[in-house]
């Protein structure tokens, strides 16, 4: 029976969940195998390469990449998947035919959480604001484009460039993603116009995680309508600053648990070709 060695790279990542998850799903599918934590500094290339290099010899069997790999690792694989390749971002590595694959569970995994939070209400041609515009809302741009939402990206000013180059990279891949996109600067003044006729905001900056920065990245000076709700990709801790602030301005809210594990076993899937149903994950 194979054994599978499995993991995750990110940094820093000692708050994880995964091994839990992973170590729920190999025992539910029958499976041998563990999941261990590689934490690799964000400019260390040469670490990168030298765990990918596990994956080709066949000593580990699959890798999940977080913030702040999922783009760095793209020049290293040798072929991306179809959703890793327009989403701009690896989420999952696998071996395959001797080839290193990157693909991208983040969006149907975000897809199929977010109608717990949503429930089953039309919401094609509605408003999302996102804040933030690295890999995770590469994901989640693609997963709302493909539902038909209209979306703002608001950033920093020091991220204005890579939002930008996120919504250029969608329009190349579908002129009619252009008239769905755009962009803004993430402070009150920016933000207040755009509030009335949003139906979802997603935060997928780190601002809020227990191991990155407390606080939240929402303005201090500007009020919560209570015409949306929040989701929180963040889920540790389970209630960000974000979501205990809109909770007062009754937004139903949700954080990124439900993301994590339903991407989780879209990656088990890929590695191992078992199906774990997310009800079967009960996480302590």
Request: charged residues 20%; aromatic residues 6%.
């Amino acid at each position: 029976m194979t054994f599978y060695n499995l993991g995750l790279i990110g940094y820093p990542i000692s708050a994880s969940v995964s091994p839990q998850i992973h170590s729920a799903a190999l025992k539910e599918a029958g499976l041998k195998g563990e999941y261990k934590l590689y934490p690799i500094a964000p400019d260390d290339i040469q670490g990168l390469k030298d765990l990918l290099a596990k994956v080709r010899s066949g000593e580990l069997q699959g890798l999940n990449v977080t913030i702040p790999h999922k783009q760095n690792v793209i020049p290293l694989m040798d072929e991306l998947s179809d959703t890793a390749k327009i989403i701009g971002a690896v989420n999952t590595i696998v071996l395959k035919d001797s080839k290193l694959i990157g693909d991208n569970t983040d969006a149907p995994g975000f897809s199929n959480d977010l109608q717990n939070l949503l429930g089953q209400k039309e919401l094609r041609n509605q408003n999302a604001l996102i804040l933030g515009s690295g890999g995770a809302a590469r994901a989640v741009t693609y997963a709302l484009l493909n539902t038909g939402w209209h979306i703002t990206i608001a950033t920093r000013h020091a991220d204005i460039k890579q939002a930008k180059t996120l919504i250029k990279d969608y329009e190349t891949h579908n002129a009619q993603y252009a008239a769905k996109l755009s962009n803004i600067e993430l402070k009150a003044e920016s933000l207040s116009p755009h509030l009335p006729t949003l139906s979802l905001i997603v935060n997928t900056t780190p601002v809020g995680m227990k191991s990155h920065h407390a606080g939240t990245p929402w303005p201090k000076t500007l009020p919560f309508l209570d015409n949306a709700a929040l989701y929180d990709l963040i889920y540790t801790p389970t209630k960000t600053q974000l979501m205990k602030d809109a909770a007062q301005t009754k937004l139903p809210t949700r954080n990124g648990l439900g993301m994590l594990i339903g991407q989780a076993l879209l990656s088990f899937e890929i590695w191992t070709g078992k199906k774990v149903p997310v009800e079967k994950i009960a996480l302590e």
